[in-house]
């Protein structure tokens, strides 16, 4: 297996907030699909139907390679 497939669900709020969902990993893209489709009928997720994505990553591979910034809301960020 050189490949997995994760959902994910992102619920947006008016603020700019997100809520963000792992839905499960997968072995192929059709199983990722199946699971979508059953909890797309769930409280909550039928509500919010545009949030789905559904991921693939490489096994043994690193995605995120730096660093990263904090933007606070007074406008400052951190290094």
């Not at 008016?14 to 792992?22: Q, R, T, Y």
């Not at 919010?48 to 406008?75: K, M, S």
């Amino acid at each position: 297996m050189d490949e997995v497939f994760i959902p994910h669900h992102v619920h947006e709020f008016e603020d700019g907030h997100e809520d963000v969902k792992l839905i499960g990993v997968y072995r192929t893209r059709a199983d990722a699909e199946s699971v979508l489709a059953w909890i797309k009928d769930q409280p909550g997720f039928r509500n919010n139907l545009e949030g789905f994505t559904i991921d693939p990553y490489r096994v043994n591979h690193t995605e995120w390679r730096e660093g990263y910034v904090t933007a606070y809301p007074d406008g400052t960020f951190s290094n």
